[in-house]
């Protein structure tokens, strides 16, 4: 590197320093005091270490696939519901709302918000089901886990290392998705604040999808604490709302008093506890959370999502086709993998036959998966 462009980039760099000393609150992690990465490499220029995650992670193969998986809801139930990527840009949105409010990194939530999922199978929770059921005998299979393995080792796009290299906070960050047992130093803020925004967004969005599918109505919903709050908000401010517009604004307000309520409740808790830097989250019991009385109607709206939505005869009829069809792929791949595309084969002979099936159909999108099904079984998914 020449002397004008060194100095250039230490330019940028002392840059980056003071932008985050000056705008990041104490407890926030600074990119200046990463860890690294596994691999060794220079600094970007003109990027930041987290800045520069989020763009491999932006750029990868499996991030661009999530568009083609499922959240919830299939395609045969039209295209208005959420799929994964739309998911993971809706999380990636309210927690860095949150983090700017509250001074944590906004790049490394958004990074960790578009990471964070993208280890998930086709058809969603199903599929993941299924795939454990499979590979009960070496270990279940899990999307966090996967996600983990996918930027570390699968993903090759660069000559000199496996996996995308990404910084040792955004790898920490998605190994305590793998492991929520609470043992060990609590997350970085940022961690847990991607975790919160998760909860929030698919709480509204499947709250949307199913009322707009129509698996269940707004009056059943109305039953709810959390739902009846909104809906008497929305319609003391907007009366006469057509049913379409009602909902939409239901969701809006969904959304809102969720991240109301979060800054709130988090604003006080770090006003009291002070702390001073990362270690001090870390070391000490807290949780990003929200405020009981919330946390209480959110239990009460997933509870009924669960037993409604999630467990509607629909869902449950579709559920099973697809983990049938997931086990009978996975079956045929074991016995005979000739059948995986010849690149694939020295990691099968690295990880084991039965890992390497599971992570191939893994890798899928929904309509591949069901490509491949048809063409190596035989069977027609639809007549």
Same mark, same amino acid.
């Given at each position: 590197m020449s002397v004008e462009k060194l100095a250039m980039a230490n330019s940028i760099l002392e840059g980056f320093v003071d932008r985050e000393s000056k705008l990041l609150a104490p407890?926030?992690?600074? !990119?200046?005091?990463?860890? $690294? =990465?596994?691999h060794a490499e220079p600094d970007s220029p003109f990027r930041s270490p987290f800045q520069r995650d989020r763009d491999r992670i932006l750029h990868s193969s499996a991030y661009r696939r999530l568009s083609g998986k499922m959240q919830v809801f299939t395609g045969e139930m039209g295209d208005y519901h959420r799929t994964r990527l739309t998911h993971t840009q809706e999380v990636a949105s309210i927690a860095r709302t949150i983090g700017r409010a509250t001074r944590l990194n906004e790049d490394l939530i958004e990074a960790l918000a578009l990471c964070h999922d993208i280890?998930?199978?086709?058809? $969603?929770h199903a599929g993941e089901d299924a795939l454990s059921e499979c590979m009960v005998d070496i270990g279940g299979f899990s999307h966090n886990q996967f996600g983990l393995t996918i930027v *570390?080792?699968?993903e090759i796009r660069y000559p000199d290392f496996p996996g995308l290299n990404l910084s040792l906070e955004v790898l920490e960050g998605q190994a305590r998705r793998v492991d929520k047992s609470g043992t060990g130093p609590r997350p970085a803020l940022e961690v847990q604040l991607v975790d919160a925004a998760d909860s929030m967004t698919y709480d509204a969005h499947d709250t949307d999808d199913a009322l707009k599918l129509r698996l269940v109505d707004l009056d059943e919903l109305e039953n709810l604490g959390l739902i009846r709050n909104c809906l008497k908000y929305v319609d003391s401010q907007?009366?006469?709302?057509? !049913?379409?517009?009602? =909902?939409?604004?239901?969701?809006?307000?969904?959304?809102?008093?969720?991240?109301v309520d979060l800054l709130d409740t988090l604003g006080k808790s770090l006003d009291q506890r002070q702390f001073q830097s990362v270690d001090d989250v870390r070391a000490s019991e807290f949780l990003i959370e929200p405020s009981s009385e919330l946390g209480e109607m959110k239990r009460e709206l997933e509870s009924f999502l669960y037993q409604n939505v999630y467990r509607h005869e629909k869902l449950i009829a579709m559920r099973s *086709?697809?983990? !049938?069809?997931?086990? *009978?792929? +996975?079956?045929? +791949?074991?016995?005979?993998?000739?059948?995986?595309? *010849?690149? +694939?084969?020295?990691?099968?002979?690295s990880i084991g036959i039965s890992r390497m099936a599971g992570e191939y159909i893994a890798g899928m999108t929904d309509r591949f998966f069901e490509q491949t099904f048809e063409r190596i079984t035989g069977n027609q998914i639809r007549g």
């Open positions: 407890y926030a992690t600074k !990119s200046y005091e990463s860890l $690294g =990465r596994k280890g998930h199978p086709p058809y $969603g *570390e080792e699968i907007h009366a006469g709302l057509d !049913s379409g517009m009602r =909902r939409k604004a239901l969701v809006h307000r969904l959304l809102d008093l969720q991240v *086709e697809a983990q !049938s069809r997931i086990q *009978e792929l +996975y079956a045929k +791949y074991v016995a005979d993998p000739s059948l995986f595309p *010849e690149k +694939y084969l020295p990691r099968a002979h």
